[in-house]
């Protein structure tokens, strides 16, 4: 990561933590009065191959300890009625702030991937990971609805395993390099804008032509 790139990652981070201290403070609150304890969820994920580390997140789950893999159909009962509407506007990811600031991720880059999955596709990810991992991305941004309605669709935790790893790994690996080979200060910030409120915008010039995924 370049130093102009930590640096943004900082001040961004800093400047969000004051604004938005109120708004998690009231998350934190709702999520505590309907759901009870934990109120944040930590996941274990990976910024590089054999280095993980714990991502947060506002709980939006009923607990599992047997719980593992990504989230499809076959989890959906497990979602709370306050969880839903976290998971809709992201507002669950709010508390990786923390994250940006502890240097485990960037504001832009692909998504912390589940260490299972880094041991399933250990040469994709060693090229993925060189970047560091993000709060949004191409990939997030490219494919993000296509992943929910994929995985939403699978009515069993076996399913939801294969569909992840046939049609999701490979494509948003796809878009994660591509971002990595034309990534800049420019670039980052605006995906961070578009990720922030543009996102209407962002489908019509996806309509548009201006980004083409190849369903491979």
């Known amino acids: 990561m370049s130093f102009g790139k930590r640096l943004m990652?900082?001040?961004l981070a800093l400047l969000l933590s004051v604004l938005l201290a109120p708004v998690i403070l009231v998350l934190a609150l709702a999520v505590l009065l309907a759901d009870g304890r934990p109120v944040f969820f930590g996941s274990l994920r990976a910024r590089a191959p054999g280095q993980n580390?714990?991502?947060?997140?506002?709980?939006?789950?009923?607990?599992?300890s047997a719980d593992a893999g990504v989230t499809g159909g076959d989890k959906q009962q497990r979602i709370t009625r306050i969880g839903g509407f976290l998971r809709r506007s992201r507002?669950?990811?709010?508390p990786q702030l923390w994250n940006i600031l502890r240097g485990d991720i960037s504001f832009v880059g692909p998504r912390p991937p589940l260490p299972r999955y880094v041991e399933m596709f250990p040469e994709l990810y060693a090229e993925v990971l060189r970047s560091r991992p993000g709060v949004t991305g191409l990939a997030t941004l490219?494919?993000?609805?296509?992943?929910?309605k994929l995985l939403k669709s699978c009515r069993t935790?076996?399913?939801?395993?294969?569909v992840y790893t046939r049609r999701c790994?490979?494509?948003k690996a796809r878009l994660d390099l591509l971002y990595a080979k034309r990534r800049t200060l420019c670039s980052d910030?605006?995906?961070?804008?578009?990720?922030?409120?543009?996102?209407?915008?962002?489908?019509?010039?996806?309509?548009?032509?201006?980004i083409r995924v190849k369903n491979g």
């Open 157 to 162: 935790a076996e399913e939801t395993e294969a």
């Open 9 to 11: 990652d900082i001040v």
């Open 189 to 210: 910030l605006v995906l961070i804008l578009v990720t922030a409120g543009g996102r209407r915008w962002w489908r019509r010039r996806r309509g548009r032509g201006a």
């Open 53 to 64: 580390f714990r991502l947060w997140k506002f709980r939006t789950m009923t607990v599992d």
């Open 142 to 148: 490219v494919y993000h609805e296509t992943e929910e």
């Open 169 to 171: 790994i490979p494509r």
């Open 91 to 94: 507002l669950d990811e709010f």
